[in-house]
């Protein structure tokens, strides 16, 4: 793991490690995608080391995965604005390795571009979106949560595994069969390039 102070920084609760170079496995959800309550206190026992940081991730990704709140990337207009947003970016800001987008959260594998930071890419990508989504569905406020989990991606089996973990989300979380059916995600969108 790299320690080196230089790279990490704390946005919050959570820290976050960003240097040049480094692949990430980012994961970002919707406002209403899980209770206030139930995240707070999730992070009091982090805080209090009644619980791991794996834990953590773990009980976050299992709570999106029941589709909790409003589910509005469920709507293919707003599916459709996010992956063409995430894909336009692709090879200019960030490489985009993997990705899935489930009805209240989403999954990216990327490597920032060099001089380009992960906050910098992830404000950008949740402003335009959020705007976007809130003029389709003819409403104001907030549309994602302000943080997102990021976790740097240590060697080769952790990326293999992440990319495996991110393309059979929807899968896991039962809503089809195989990860080639799912229309927005890396493994789809692979398929249909052949």
């Known amino acids: 793991m790299n320690k080196d102070p230089r790279y990490w920084h704390s946005r919050g609760y959570l820290p976050h490690f960003d240097a040049e170079g480094f692949t990430q496995f980012i994961t970002f959800r919707l406002a ?6 139930v995240l707070d206190r999730w992070r009091a026992e982090l805080a209090e080391n009644k619980i791991t940081d794996a834990d953590f991730r773990k009980r976050i990704e299992y709570y999106l995965d029941q589709n909790y709140g409003s589910c509005c990337l469920s709507d293919e207009r707003i599916a459709k604005v996010l992956q063409e947003t995430l894909l336009k970016w692709d090879g200019k800001r960030y490489n985009l390795i993997s990705w899935v987008i489930m009805p209240n959260h989403g999954h990216i594998l990327i490597t920032p571009e060099p001089g380009v930071e992960m906050a910098d890419i992830m404000h950008s ?3 335009y979106t959020a705007h976007e989504a809130n003029k389709i569905l003819n409403r104001h ?3 994602w949560a302000k943080e997102y ?5 240590r060697d080769y089996k952790h990326f293999a595994s992440t990319i495996k973990y991110i393309e059979n989300n929807p899968v896991k979380a039962r809503l089809c069969k195989s990860p080639e059916e799912w229309q927005y ?10």
């Open 32 to 37: 209403d995608s899980m209770p206030q309550e």
């Open 125 to 127: 990508i949740k402003s």
């Open 141 to 143: 406020g907030q549309f």
């Open 149 to 153: 989990f990021d976790r740097y991606i």
């Open 185 to 194: 995600g890396s493994a789809y969108f692979k398929q249909t390039e052949r």
